[in-house]
Nanobody
Framework: QLQLVESGGGLVQSGGSLRLSCAAS????????IGWFRQASGKEREGVSC????????KYADSVKGGFTISRDNAKNTVYLRIDSSEPEDTAVYYC???????????????????WGQGTQVTVSS
């Protein structure tokens, strides 16, 4: 059974940092693009960042550019999302998702992703 499990969420003060992890079980992340998405209370889910299967391509939503960094460690079967200079507006449930693709560039629309984790809550206090 293919599973993605997010971890690393929690409470952080504004300006602080967090590193979220997305670990796969039941399959290897090799060959999969990984996306990070978030959903704030009362809002639609939005794409935050993605990384291609090779790790050579990354993409960020304009709202997080400069503050978020996505990376992957295929040996550990894990993808990371580092949040720096956090703001209260970053408060949301963060989800990772995977899709098997062989294109050079990753994409952010959630409709492109087949496998989803359960999410991890990030709360940034002001």
């Amino acid at each position: 059974q293919l599973q993605l499990v997010e971890s690393g969420g929690g409470l952080v003060q504004s300006g602080g940092s967090l590193r979220l992890s997305c670990a796969a079980s039941g399959f290897s992340l090799n060959g999969y693009d990984i996306g990070w998405f978030r959903q704030a209370s009362g809002k639609e889910r939005e794409g935050v960042s993605c990384i291609s299967a090779s790790g050579g391509s990354t993409k960020y939503a304009d709202s997080v550019k400069g503050g978020f960094t996505i990376s992957r460690d295929n040996a550990k079967n894990t993808v990371y999302l580092r949040i720096d200079s956090s703001e209260p507006e970053d408060t949301a449930v963060y989800y990772c998702a995977a899709v098997r693709r062989s294109f050079l560039l990753c994409v952010l629309p959630e409709s492109k992703y087949d496998y989803w984790g359960q999410g991890t809550q990030v709360t940034v206090s002001s």
